[in-house]
């Protein structure tokens, strides 16, 4: 490891291999470090700056990933896409309120409304998600107060009601995740040519999120699939977390989650899951 990150040769993907074998081995402090070698020699590469992002906050540093995407957000000011990032990681660190604020301006920004591409889209997602994951804290603790105050917030920032009846998403942090959504309502048939159902239309895996919403919800049992392509970047075990939102804002909200967890390899590539009857169930592949 030392003669590795003592050669000013290795590339980026050397030193993430070698801190993400510091974290397997326990060393997090020590780890972070070798990650924020991807830089040393390239300070204003705004590709490194977002790599060590990404890896800091896969691995849950999330005030240096705040710090990183910071200085990304200076290197690249007129991609929306970083604040996106930064919103995730002030909400790591607890900054709940920064996250929306930061989500909803991209949410809103000019050509927000312009379908279901780009980082307009990936932030009504994003915002719909993290404000339902709030009313549910809110919910849980029987704090009525703050569950008005986070109803209005949704309805105040012109935000309410874009998830409809249904939104399903997978978001992950590790920038050689690349998760991919299939989904399939009741009734649909699968083809060769679509084995696990349709691809989400909501891509947005340069921030870690791919989604689908639907304006109404067909009884019966949905086919949800989650993939890591083959032969894509990365040989490790990535993860990630799938999010179903049933009927937002109304008298039948739920909000449904699973953790994911998928390797780039035959046997653990995709992970498959039935939402019937408002609840989130993993079957067999």
């Known amino acids: ?31 972070a470090r070798a990650f924020s070698e991807i830089v040393e020699f390239a300070p204003f590469d705004p590709w490194g ?13 999330y005030d240096a990933a705040y710090r990183e995407y910071q200085v990304l957000g200076w290197l690249l000011p007129q991609d929306e896409s970083v604040l996106l990032l930064l919103a995730d990681a002030a909400a790591g660190v607890g900054r ?25 889209a990936w932030a009504r997602v994003l915002y719909a998600l993290r404000l339902a994951r ?4 809110a919910q849980e603790k029987g704090d009525k107060n703050l569950l008005g105050q986070l109803q209005s917030r949704g ?12 939104l399903v998403a ?13 989904l399939s309502p ?3 048939g699968l083809d060769k040519a679509n084995p696990d159902g349709e691809r989400a239309t909501i891509q947005g895996g340069s921030i870690g999120l791919e989604a689908q919403r639907y304006e109404r919800v067909e009884a019966g049992d949905w086919r949800l699939v989650v993939r890591k ?12 977390e799938l999010t179903v939102l049933l009927d937002e804002g109304g008298a039948g909200e739920a909000l449904l989650t699973a953790p994911l967890s998928l390797r780039a390899d035959a046997e653990t590539q995709a992970v498959q899951f039935t939402l019937s009857g408002g609840r989130l169930v993993p079957q067999p592949r």
Do not use: C, M, W
């Open 1 to 31: 490891i030392e003669k590795l990150r003592s050669d000013p040769g290795a590339d980026a993907a050397v030193r993430q291999a070698v801190g993400e074998f510091l974290l397997r081995s326990g060393d997090g402090a020590e780890a």
């Open 49 to 61: 700056r977002r790599r060590l992002g990404d890896l800091y906050r896969a691995h849950k540093f």
């Open 96 to 120: 709940s309120d920064e996250a929306l604020r930061l989500t909803g301006r991209v949410a809103e920004a000019v050509g927000a409304r312009t379908g279901e591409r780009g980082p307009s």
């Open 134 to 137: 709030l009313r549910k804290a």
């Open 155 to 166: 309805r105040s920032d012109g935000l309410a009601g874009y998830a409809g009846k249904l």
């Open 170 to 182: 997978v978001t992950f942090a590790h920038p050689d995740a690349n998760l991919q959504l299939y």
């Open 186 to 188: 009741p009734g649909r």
């Open 229 to 240: 392509p083959p032969g894509a970047q990365g040989q490790g075990s990535y993860t990630g």
